[in-house]
């Protein structure tokens, strides 16, 4: 595992506290450093579904895993956090699902992971599993 994931890796198991979902930036560059860092924060917190999105330079990456619930699909969740951007590249994993949302046009992968964020806890509380009073203890900023 390189640095950058472990980092990140660690980062965002320090930053899941005992919330049932979870929502987290972390610095990754590509793809399948952040399939590895959501796998590995799997692995570690099994009871946790999170979803972790990363600015890289062309496009907004995002991963989403958890443990199997009958009320819930992480293949939803991260289609809808998908479903405002062009071109979407879904993968499911055996335990980890992923997104590759390409940069638009003029845009920037910065505001495009705000969108994606909003679009996560709407989700959320469009299924009634997260509370409207609730969501700043959801949210690990601690680098913002």
Request: net charge negative; hydrophobic share 40%; aromatic share 8%.
């Amino acid at each position: 595992m390189s640095k950058i994931v472990r980092v990140a890796t660690q980062k965002a198991i320090s930053a899941i506290k005992s919330a049932e979902f979870y929502v987290t930036d972390v610095e990754i560059s590509n793809l399948e450093e952040l399939e590895q860092c959501a796998r590995t924060v799997h692995q570690k917190k099994p009871k946790a579904s999170f979803l972790l999105m990363c600015a890289a330079p062309d496009s907004l990456l995002v991963a989403a895993a958890g443990p199997e619930r009958s009320d819930f699909d992480f293949g939803n969740w991260i289609r809808y956090v998908s479903t405002d951007f062009h071109n979407p590249l879904l993968t499911h994993g055996t335990d980890v699902m992923t997104a590759n949302i390409p940069k638009e046009d003029n845009g920037s992968p910065v505001i495009m992971l705000e969108n994606a964020r909003s679009k996560a806890f709407e989700y959320l509380r469009n299924e009634s599993l997260l509370e409207e009073e609730s969501e700043e203890d959801f949210i690990g900023f601690d680098d913002i």
